[in-house]
C-alpha cells in the first residue's frame, strides 16, 4: 500500500528547494500542497512499458532501476539513488508511450510532481519553471557524457568505475542487476570481482 506522508515530511521539498530558490512563504505552501511525498514498496512499477509518463520524481530514500524489456530479457541502464531527479523524458514531454520501465528496487519515498502540478507550479512558483529547465539540461549532459564513456569502456572498466564513483550501488543493488547494467552476465561479473580482489 502506499503512504503519503504528513506535512512536515512534505516539507522537505521545500527545505530542498529554498537554497535554489527565493521562496515565499506562499510559493512554500504551494509547493508542499503540489508535490506529495509517497512511500512506495520494493519491487512497484512506477512506470510499465507501453504506459504515457505523466509524472516525474525526485528521490528522497531508496533505490530506482530503469530497465528495458529485450528479446525476454531485462536489461539495466541505469540506477537513481537519493537526491535524483527520476523521470521518463521523452514519455513525459512528447506524451507517447514509455520504452521502458521503472522500479523500485528497495523501498523509496519519492516526491512526485504530476503535469497538471507541474503547469501550476510554473505559474505561482517565480523561477520554478528555469530550475526545471536548468536541472534537465545538466543531468542530460551528464547522462550522455557517462553513456559515452560507457560504450568506450570494457566491462571491467565499467566495473572498476562503478567501485570508483559509486561504491554504494555494489552494497545496495543485486549482482543479476548489476550484470545486466555491465552488459555482461552474473557469471562474468563474478569472474571480475574474483580478479579485482586477487590483486
Given at each position: 500500500m502506499l503512504n503519503i506522508q504528513n506535512l512536515d515530511l512534505k516539507s522537505e521539498i521545500v527545505q530542498l528547494l529554498e537554497g535554489a530558490l527565493d521562496l515565499s512563504e506562499e510559493a512554500k505552501q504551494v509547493l508542499t500542497e503540489c508535490i506529495p511525498i509517497v512511500t512506495f514498496p520494493k519491487g512497484h512499477i512506477?512506470?510499465?512499458?507501453?504506459q504515457v509518463s505523466n509524472e516525474s520524481f525526485f528521490n528522497i530514500e531508496g533505490l530506482v532501476r530503469k530497465y528495458y524489456m529485450v528479446d525476454g530479457e531485462e536489461k539495466t541502464?541505469?540506477?537513481?539513488?537519493?537526491n535524483d531527479a527520476i523521470s521518463s523524458l521523452q514519455s513525459y514531454n512528447l506524451k507517447i508511450p514509455s520504452n521502458h520501465y521503472l522500479e523500485c528496487i528497495e523501498e523509496s519515498r519519492l516526491a512526485i510532481l504530476s503535469r497538471e502540478r507541474e503547469r501550476e507550479l510554473f505559474e505561482?512558483?517565480?523561477?520554478?519553471?528555469?530550475l526545471c529547465?536548468?536541472?534537465i539540461e545538466e543531468e542530460l549532459g551528464a547522462y550522455q557524457?557517462?553513456?559515452a564513456q560507457f560504450m568506450m569502456s570494457n566491462p571491467e572498466k565499467r566495473y572498476t568505475d562503478l567501485m570508483q564513483n559509486s561504491p554504494e550501488l555494489l552494497q545496495r543493488v543485486?549482482?543479476?542487476h548489476l550484470a545486466s547494467y555491465l552488459g555482461i552476465k552474473p557469471e562474468s561479473l563474478s569472474r571480475i570481482r574474483k580478479r579485482i580482489t586477487n590483486r
Open positions: 512506477l512506470l510499465r512499458e507501453g541502464t541505469e540506477f537513481y539513488i537519493e505561482k512558483v517565480p523561477g520554478f519553471e528555469s529547465r536548468v536541472t557524457d557517462k553513456q543485486p549482482q543479476y
